[in-house]
């Protein structure tokens, strides 16, 4: 198996077993008896965790290696999934979700850090687009089984998501030919070269990461929040949620395809901003929407959004930075940041106005604060706002 084939297919099963957790966690609680608060709770300390150890982790796997760290995170993963439905009262998820978090912090960075160290600008732009297909396509299919397997016995879903961090570990140990980490030498010596970093301005990338950490906002709330709605007030069943969450999951996946083969947005922040619009309304929508079948096209529109602010993210992390494993970090740090303050702050909202769908107005509204933030860092100081821009190469080594 391919050095890049091996990383994709480890993105896809990992993110396929976590998926089936993520979902099972938010259902447990609920037969736990957990108020929207509390599973804002679950979530934010999940978000907590892994946002405060991921540049941590990233760096650790910089000196360390990238095989030990993801083996040692996977393996972790798979011990919190299969002390989670021993779990008696919501208060003891408090704790596992927090441990789940800086479990899966030493597996994502690390793996992105380890698929970028060679290549150009390019060449990583096609390796994280396949990255981003591969796990969201994992992402797509997992809250699929996760509900179906749920139906039948909370414990099984967890069990088969802890037993499938097991086989991602193997996959880890198995692979025999670890992509060299870079060293003081070899950045300057090959400053100029095809597998340097490009120069990117910092204002564009404090634009990016508000668009990402806002996004993430909001689909943290749906997938810790949304499932006790639909459960408690839609009166649906566990397949039935697993199913929208696939939809949402399909159309990001295709997404990431899209931004993978699709290079014209490298150069422009038009698109960003068409998604974030697109997120904000449908959103909005979720507001009075009660059909299985309207909910099944917003969740597919808010994965084409997602899509998109995630990738951004990610791409212009990446490819600014020789220190792999931190820039990676960063990125997930983000991202975290907004998967913490989700769940807490739509679950506060939600017992605040005793209204299980306010989550939602509070994510557009923040997103939309989010949109003003980026035109500010983008308008020049002429006034005029820089949707096209052109990245610069490295700075000179000294």
């Known amino acids: 198996m391919s050095h890049r084939l091996l990383h994709y297919s480890m993105a896809l099963l990992m993110q396929l077993f976590i998926s089936v957790g993520l979902l099972a966690v938010p259902l447990f609680a609920t037969q736990l008896g957990a108020t929207t608060f509390e599973l804002g709770v679950i979530g934010m300390l999940g978000g907590a965790a892994y946002a405060f150890t991921v540049v941590a982790a990233g760096t650790l796997s910089d000196k360390l290696g990238r095989k030990r760290v993801i083996i040692g995170g996977t393996l972790f993963t798979g011990l919190v999934y299969i002390l989670m439905p021993m779990s008696r009262a919501p208060a003891h998820l408090f704790l596992l979700s927090a441990l789940s978090g800086c479990a899966m912090a030493f597996f994502w960075p690390v793996l992105e850090a380890w698929m970028s160290e060679v290549g150009s600008a390019d060449e990583v732009g096609r390796g994280l687009g396949g990255f981003n297909v591969s796990w969201s396509a994992g992402g797509c299919v997992g809250p699929f089984i996760g509900g179906v397997l749920y139906t039948k016995s909370s414990v099984l879903a967890f069990l088969f998501a802890a037993a499938g961090t097991v086989v991602v570990a193997c996959l880890a140990y198995l692979h025999k030919r670890p992509a060299p980490l870079p060293t003081a030498h070899s950045r300057e010596t090959h400053a100029f070269e095809t597998d340097a970093p490009i120069r990117v301005d910092r204002r564009l990338l404090y634009a990016v990461w508000a668009s990402n950490c806002a996004s993430w906002f909001a689909i943290a709330e749906l997938r810790v929040l949304f499932p006790k709605l639909a459960l408690v007030d839609l ?164």
């Open 235 to 398: 009166e649906m069943q566990p397949w039935m949620i697993g199913m929208l969450l696939f939809m949402l999951g399909l159309v990001l996946t295709v997404m990431f395809y899209i931004m993978g083969v699709w290079k014209r947005w490298h150069s422009t922040t038009l698109p960003l901003l068409y998604a974030q619009i697109l997120v904000i309304a449908l959103l909005l929508i979720m507001v009075i929407a009660d059909s299985p079948v309207v909910l099944g096209i917003v969740f597919a529109g808010l994965g084409a959004g997602f899509g998109i602010t995630y990738s951004y993210s990610l791409y212009f992390s990446i490819v600014g930075s020789i220190e792999k494993g931190a820039a990676s970090g960063r990125h997930e740090m983000v991202l975290g940041v907004g998967g913490l303050l989700g769940p807490f702050l739509g679950g506060a909202a939600a017992e605040l106005f005793h209204w299980q769908r306010a989550p939602y107005v509070l994510g557009a509204l923040l997103i939309l604060t989010s949109v003003a933030f980026q035109e500010f860092m983008l308008t020049r100081k002429d006034g005029v706002r820089s949707s096209q821009f052109t990245l610069g190469p490295p700075p000179s080594v000294k």
